[in-house]
């Protein structure tokens, strides 16, 4: 195999599906079955090579041999032949828009437009397939990847429309292109922050037609998008999400209604995060913590994001939206108040701003109460080293999107032409902070990215700059087991006993323990060492697909026709 280092026999994993054998039924109306999986490969800790797994009131019972099982089989509530399919914790993704992303799933998508024109033309396709829309909304347009090299103008979305509001988020959500009826629609934007005429908006202006745009948008519209979200996810084997919500992303209602429908309905867990600096409000609309995107920059592809040194393709440094005694006093009142704290910070200037709030913080109340309290930083994609020893020494949490690599990397990729060669091979240096002891979690930041767990695992392995690489199997923990340390909950993530029974089936091919090259310590991808297998993540090779995701013990998606 090339670049990985392989378990030089791997386990075979044949390509069938699951047969269920029931002696009960999934009822809603009753709590969750008591089920034997068996047959196939269970990746846990408890045991590197167990082939089975009992789940029991919603949590994991036991795992073990195929010969062990046979005592099992004859006192539950379901059994489950695996047929060769692998079994893992299901995955969490730590950062995520679940309307946006629902909305973009059923409207319009503009990430796959390779040209300009293309992307016009499916605006016009867009406006004529929804005559009764108020208000027309898309996202993912990203002019550096079109040769034109430009985003769309008022003018040309206009005669797209036939002169409707419409709103068109660029891929990073942190700029926008809009049309005049939109504009027309928000008083006094002509005059705020980030309105330059011809140019896409940002800042306050931005934030003012988005929130026109989203107010335009049923209750109903939002609640089937949330499900069309969540569903999706599930099909993925993702079992929990963590919603970054936000007066300025998207509304109180929006929040508050999408924590409603993931208690009421069968589907991943929804972890909340309400990004103001406001604990009181944080907490009585059921947040995890004020954190999430409460912003200290904006992003390098709308070049808000806020650094020490211009830009190489703009004569400004970005936007810094929070100073370091904000970043104080807000952490200061979420750790008194007993609340997880956080921001988003891209930009080294911004992620250092966030260090020394931190520490400011810690002076204060104590850096015991500050690293007990996990606080987050999200994107964190310009990390000096100081930085990082920072994060370390503070307890803080990276919560962190690898697809961003995959996308804007490279030579000749999105970060180069914003910070030139130099800047952009110190981007997302995820092996760093993992050798410094900075416990990640990972996510797509969906509709930013898609979800994507197997991409997004496959991504941090294979990243762009090889120094930053980490072995499949740190990229995995980091997106199962992290996700739940970033909550907070050291038990669960990882299919042990006494675990929550999150999980996931899936078909793939052999399992093989994956490191990317040489950079990555042998002793963790060593067969001796009794690591259980992961599916080979090679670029090119076929990720895995989700057969059942089952959260907390309950059934939450079957891969229909199989």
Known sequence: MSDSTTDPEPRPAPARTPRTTPSGQDDPSRGPLTVLLRGGEVHSPADPFATAMVVERGQVAWVGSEGAADAFADGVDEV??????????????????????????????????RTLGDALDRVRESAASRPADRTLLGHGWDASRWPERRPPGRAELDEATGGRPLYLSRIDVHSAVVTTA??????????????????????????????????????????????????????LGIGSVHECGGPEISSEDDFTGLLRLAAQERGPRVVGYWAEQDV????????????????????????????????????????????????????????????????????????????????????????????????????????????????????????????????WGGADGMYTERLGAERARTLNPFAALLRAGVPLAFGSDSPVTPLDPWGTVRAAAFHRTPEHRVSVRAAFTAHTRGGWRAVGRDDAGVLVPGAPADYAVWRTEELVVQAPDDRVARWSTDPRSGTPGLPDLSPGAGLPVCLRTVVDGRTVFVRPDE
């Open 280 to 407: 009181a409000k944080a907490r009585a609309l059921g947040a995890a913590g004020a954190a999430g995107d409460l912003f200290v920059d904006g992003a390098l592809g709308s070049h808000t994001a806020c650094l020490h040194r211009p830009y190489a393709d703009a004569d400004h440094t970005g936007t810094a939206y929070l100073d370091t005694a904000a970043v104080a006093a807000h952490v200061v009142a979420c750790t008194e108040a007993g609340l997880q704290g956080g921001f988003h910070a891209i930009g080294d200037a911004a992620v250092a701003s966030v260090v020394a709030g931190m520490r400011a913080a810690a002076e204060k109340v104590g850096p015991a109460r500050v690293r007990a309290a996990r606080h987050r930083v999200e994107h964190a994609e310009m990390l000096t080293p100081e930085a990082i020893a920072g994060f370390a020494d503070l307890g803080l949490t990276a919560s962190v999107q690898p697809a961003f690599d995959a996308l």
């Open 182 to 235: 939109l504009l027309d629609l928000v008083p006094g934007v002509r005059s705020a922050a980030g309105f330059q005429d011809g140019e896409p908006l940002t800042r306050d202006a931005h934030h003012a037609v988005r929130a026109a745009a989203f107010a335009a948008v049923t209750p109903l519209q939002r609640t089937e998008a949330q499900r069309a979200a969540l569903r999706h996810a599930a099909s």
């Open 80 to 113: 489950v032949d695996l047929e060769g399919a692998l079994v893992t914790p299901a995955f969490t993704d730590a950062h995520v828009h679940t309307t946006a992303t629902g909305l973009a799933l059923t409207g319009l998508d503009l990430s796959g437009a």
